[in-house]
């Protein structure tokens, strides 16, 4: 896929690079890569089938937007050979802006109330059984955007009898009557991300908190009886590692059921740089430590992981867990 400019005139906000060196971090660990070297683990195979290229198609045809594409996702050539997509909803001018996401950081443009139809018809025609719907945040609007959240919700469940959805939302600034409309429409995951520790997260995510991304989830579960939950961390962007279970205790103690955990890839020189290279051995420890000891439903943690990546797969191994324990 050729380079993109996200910023052709000029109107993109970039958060200042947050420093990782000694004042804020230990250094990897230690059988890490040096950052600055990709490791081996990191190689994506480019695969540009017919499926990449008729997803392609029928995006720019609906004029939709994905955050596979948008945030520079790693997996997007396997995903939409697979027809797996992430659609990203409320345009694609984020109102706040995160050290590490690759979405665009400008003025909104007016909400698009045929948006939901539009997405509802694609993915109608991808014939998708499990779509994971995510967005920016629009702190321009009095509800956060969530009026169109839970319309885009059920415009889908009318045009797909059964299928499986899955929101990741903003945090509405932790209104709750905000949250209890998204809810409200049904999604069979409610999915929040805390991305990274506590430490840095009032650095990496500035319009964002660490203890409000926490309570939205936990609002998320009180709202609706056997609502399933779900968060991400991204690793590599300054954290220690002995920080990353206190940030796994965190969320479990929301009674979140899945976590996703992830590498963090720089999208561009204006973005944070990577602190480390974390290794697939590290990963598989913290899974590990999800789900004997803190009792997550499923942990997906591996190099090139995030939130949607197979996420239909994440929620049909949770779900067994959880009948298990019924």
Request: proline share 7%; net charge neutral.
């Amino acid at each position: 896929m050729g380079s993109r400019d996200h910023n052709p005139h000029g109107r993109r906000l970039y958060l200042p690079i947050v420093s990782t060196g000694p004042g804020t971090s230990n250094g990897p660990s230690p059988d890490a890569v040096p950052a600055g070297q990709r490791p081996p683990w990191l190689k994506v195979k480019l695969q540009t089938g017919p499926n990449y290229r008729a997803l392609k198609g029928l995006m720019r045809e609906q004029g939709l937007h994905t955050v596979c594409e948008e945030a520079g996702c790693p997996n997007i050539y396997e995903c939409w050979e697979e027809r797996e997509a992430t659609f990203l909803i409320l345009g694609d001018k984020c109102t706040r802006r995160c050290g590490f996401c690759d979405v665009m950081t400008a003025k909104p443009d007016p909400v698009d109330e045929d948006e939901p139809a539009r997405i509802a018809e694609a993915v109608r025609t991808m014939g998708l059984r499990y779509v994971v719907l995510t967005g920016v945040a629009r702190d321009d609007l009095p509800d956060g955007g969530a009026r169109l959240w839970a319309a885009a919700v059920r415009a889908v469940r009318e045009a797909v009898p059964g299928i499986k959805v899955e929101v990741l939302p903003s945090d509405f600034s932790g209104g709750e009557a905000d949250i209890a409309t998204v809810i409200d429409a049904g999604p069979d995951v409610f999915a929040h991300n805390l991305e990274t520790v506590r430490r840095l997260h009032g650095k990496i995510r500035p319009a964002f908190g660490y203890d409000r991304s926490l309570e939205v989830l936990r609002i998320a579960k009180r709202l609706r009886d056997g609502q399933v939950t779900k968060s991400n961390l991204i690793l590599g962007m300054g954290e220690r590692p002995d920080e990353v279970p206190q940030a796994m205790r965190d969320l479990a103690g929301t009674g979140c059921d899945l976590l996703t955990i992830g590498q963090y890839l720089q999208p561009t020189k204006h973005h944070l740089p990577v602190d480390r290279w974390v290794t697939p051995d590290e990963f598989e420890e913290h899974a590990a430590f999800g789900m004997r000891e803190l009792g997550f439903a499923h942990v997906e943690a591996g190099p090139l992981v995030r939130s949607s990546y197979h996420a239909g797969k994440q929620l049909s191994r949770a779900s067994a867990r959880l009948a298990a324990t019924i």
